[in-house]
């Protein structure tokens, strides 16, 4: 493979630097607690960087696709075709309105050209009791 991953991560939030370039990431996803359901993730973004193996690698074309599978085991994808122009290359797919019907693990897989390169789980729970109460919604 032309591309390596180097990270893949959701999170609530991105942001980038434009004097220094850096990439700063909020509220990685790991865990989902939703007081009742149907509950909804407004937005989520999900970010990977991708590194080259060698320069002849420049100026190849790529698709990554996002399969996002909730915990019901409705999937949903998005797609990003890119050129590469630089030894590292970042995709951010930004995601609006993840609907939650039940309890479970949330799914994001990566693929580069058809072939799986990451997996990022979250939990999705509801949030324990407090003092023998069940969790109400607000």
Do not use: C
Not at 50 to 68: F, Y
Not at 72 to 88: G, K, W
Request: proline share 5%; hydrophobic share 45%; aromatic share 6%.
């Amino acid at each position: 493979m032309a591309l390596r991953l180097e990270y893949f991560v959701v999170a609530e939030g991105v942001a980038v630097d434009q004097l220094t370039n850096q990439v700063s990431l909020f509220n990685v996803l790991e865990e989902i607690k939703a007081p009742a359901f149907p509950a909804l993730v407004h937005k989520a973004v999900a970010h990977g960087l991708w590194v080259i193996q060698n320069d002849l690698d420049i100026g190849t074309e790529h698709q990554v696709l996002l399969i996002i599978r909730l915990p019901d085991r409705a999937e949903h994808r998005l797609t990003t075709n890119f050129t590469v122009t630089h030894r590292r290359h970042r995709v951010t797919q930004l995601i609006e309105g993840i609907p939650l019907s039940t309890e479970g693990t949330l799914e994001f897989e990566v693929l580069l050209d058809g072939q799986h390169a990451a997996r990022h789980l979250v939990d999705v729970e509801r949030p324990p009791a407090i003092d023998g109460q069940a969790p109400t919604a607000t």
